[in-house]
């Protein structure tokens, strides 16, 4: 499928360059529909990447690029299911989605995030499965999951891991605080901040310059220095799993669902 | 050296331009969510504008319970 138009998201093929747009109010975040419409891209990649050289993810959304999961329908799915089943469901999630994400990482195209506004948790997770992340100046990353009692679970910790210094890995993830798009260029997370609304035309331009150099060498690049840290995945989806039994985290997602604060993405 | 007054005053002009309201309308001791009559994400949107104009980082959590303009001031002259 050279282009796709689902309820979630979009995808088309351009000058060599597929663009891939997150297209879910209010701000993308990732439920079962959002993750059957990854599946249908990372299916479609196979046959994709023969015509193309680079892959942008971005969104179409005003308030941000992705929000993260979506708490609202992990927490009422779970209330439907008997406490037994509960965890068999979150696993088979987890499962699929960073079956998804190794996908996008993998995929032999050079990768990027073209980010603006709330890249909050899976949203910030998608991010990091790319080769590049290009922000908006009005970004603002963060992963908020331990105000829920969780950890983030869809690959987020190796792959922060990988490409920074485990003090920025703890900072973002003990505190939850959110940091802008300067402060992620610091720390070497974003490769350009662009002006506001800029992020995506900067990354068609980046996309075009990647398009002059040999494919396989750019791949070979890529597999050299972007490896997959497959065992820390798989141990970040049992951890994930063995929080998820807690009373706490229940209590976090219903407050979560519940709130009428004022500030209900802070942590 | 900047002046709590001068830091309060940055803000107010912040906030009038960019959520189109009038600045004789703002006031220090307005609750900026009321009177701007904005959201959490745009609550984000005002914190990133703030950094960006005063050039420090403002975690979010230090703005927990911060909901008057004069506050908000205070806690940004803290970082300066």
Request: hydrophobic share 40%.
């Amino acid at each position: 499928m050279k282009s796709f138009q689902g309820k979630a998201l979009s995808w088309r093929v351009s000058d060599g360059t597929i663009e891939l747009l997150l297209d879910r109010a209010p701000c993308n975040e990732i439920g079962s529909e959002s993750l059957v419409e990854l599946e249908k891209f990372t299916a479609a990649l196979e046959s994709l990447q023969r015509e193309a050289h680079a892959l942008i993810i971005t969104s179409a959304r005003a308030e941000g690029f992705c929000a993260g999961a979506d708490l609202r329908e992990l927490y009422e799915r779970s209330q439907r299911l008997p406490p037994a089943e509960r965890i068999a469901a979150v696993r088979d999630f987890l499962e699929r989605i960073h079956r998804v994400m190794n996908a996008i990482d993998g995929v032999p195209l050079t990768t990027i995030a073209a980010v603006h506004g709330v890249t909050f948790g899976g949203g910030f997770e998608l991010a990091l499965t790319c080769d590049l992340i290009i922000a908006d100046k009005m970004t603002r990353f963060c992963f908020p999951e331990l105000r829920l009692g969780l950890i983030p679970g869809f690959g987020g910790i190796p792959r922060l891991k990988r490409d920074l210094g485990n003090g920025v890995v703890r900072d973002l993830l003990l505190t939850g605080r959110s940091i802008n798009a300067t402060k992620a260029q610091s720390v070497g997370l974003v490769s350009q901040v662009t002006g506001e609304g800029d992020a995506l035309r900067v990354a068609r331009s980046t996309a075009a310059q990647i398009e002059k150099f040999d494919r396989e060498t750019a791949m070979a690049a890529k597999r050299f220095i972007k490896p997959i840290p497959h065992e820390e995945l798989r141990r970040e989806i049992e951890i994930f799993c063995e929080l998820f039994t807690k009373p706490a985290v229940e209590e976090g997602l219903r407050k979560f669902v519940e709130s009428t604060d004022a500030l209900p993405y802070l942590p | 050296m900047t002046t709590l007054e001068k830091t309060t005053e940055d803000i107010l002009q912040l906030a009038s331009a960019h959520f189109k309201v009038p600045r004789e309308q703002l006031n220090p001791t307005d609750d900026f969510f009321k009177k701007l009559g904005i959201n959490s994400l745009q609550a984000l949107d005002l914190l990133t504008r703030i950094e960006q104009h005063f050039h420090i980082e403002l975690p979010d959590y230090e703005l927990q319970g911060v909901s008057d303009f004069r506050t908000l001031a205070e806690r940004i002259q803290s970082r300066l």
